[in-house]
Antibody, heavy 121, light 107 residues
């Protein structure tokens, strides 16, 4: 079945750029039926949607992060990526990638296990 | 941005009891509301979509109701594995937003 796996550095210095990749296995990222998204969760806190991308490259970002976020897709590698620039301690969180269906549930129905990213010098 | 407010923040119940969790939206989201369950150290799991539809594999003891601004997640008879944090999420407007969560703990 479809699985998502986040990867990337667990420690990022303040003011630098956080970069994560989500690898999709067991299915194609190029399906027209899904968006692919990033959601984060600071320690002990709730969930925050960061943004989503369609296989064609169309992107949708949370306005609160839009100036710092770039999400891209590499269909040849079946991956999509997150870049968050100028990070601060407030960006410390578990970062999840997830699939959202365009029809049917139209919810985040498959999630990666999450990867913890700490912003610290 | 649509703000989702969940109540109570913490709910203490015993196995076998009925749980009722609330999610209120700052403006109408029609029926475009989902519920997720999250256990410690795990990713969220989709339970309910479009207010009242159970996702694949979700037991019948979970049910959702509501429309507009007021929604409820009901667990009819709590099993030990149901004690977790529950989040609501709306898809009516961008940005997609989540509630702050309700922790369901064992009394």
């Amino acid at each position: 079945q479809l699985q998502l796996q986040e990867s990337g550095p667990g420690l990022v210095k303040p003011s630098e750029t956080l970069s994560l990749t989500c690898t999709v296995s067991g299915g194609s990222i190029s399906s027209s039926s899904y968006y692919w998204g990033w959601i984060r969760q600071p320690p002990g806190k709730g969930l925050e949607w960061i943004g989503s991308i369609y296989y064609s490259g169309s992107t949708y970002y949370n306005p609160s992060l839009k100036s710092r976020v770039t999400i891209s897709v590499d269909t040849s590698k079946n991956q999509f990526s997150l870049k968050l620039s100028s990070v601060t301690a407030a960006d410390t969180a578990v970062y999840y990638c997830a699939r959202r269906t365009i029809t049917g549930t139209q919810a985040f129905d498959i999630w990666g296990q999450g990867t913890m990213v700490t912003v610290s010098s | 941005e649509i703000v989702l407010t969940q109540s109570p923040a913490t709910l203490s119940l015993s196995p076998g009891e009925r749980a009722t969790l609330s999610c209120r939206a700052s403006q109408s989201v029609s029926s475009y509301l989902a519920w997720y369950q999250q256990k410690p150290g795990q990713a969220p799991r989709l339970l309910i979509y479009d207010a009242s539809n159970r996702a694949t594999g979700i037991p019948a003891r979970f049910s959702g109701s509501g429309s507009g601004t007021d929604f409820t997640l009901t667990i009819s008879s709590l099993e030990p594995e149901d004690f977790a944090v529950y989040y609501c999420q709306q898809r009516s407007n961008w940005p997609k937003t989540f509630g702050q969560g309700t922790k369901l703990e064992i009394k």
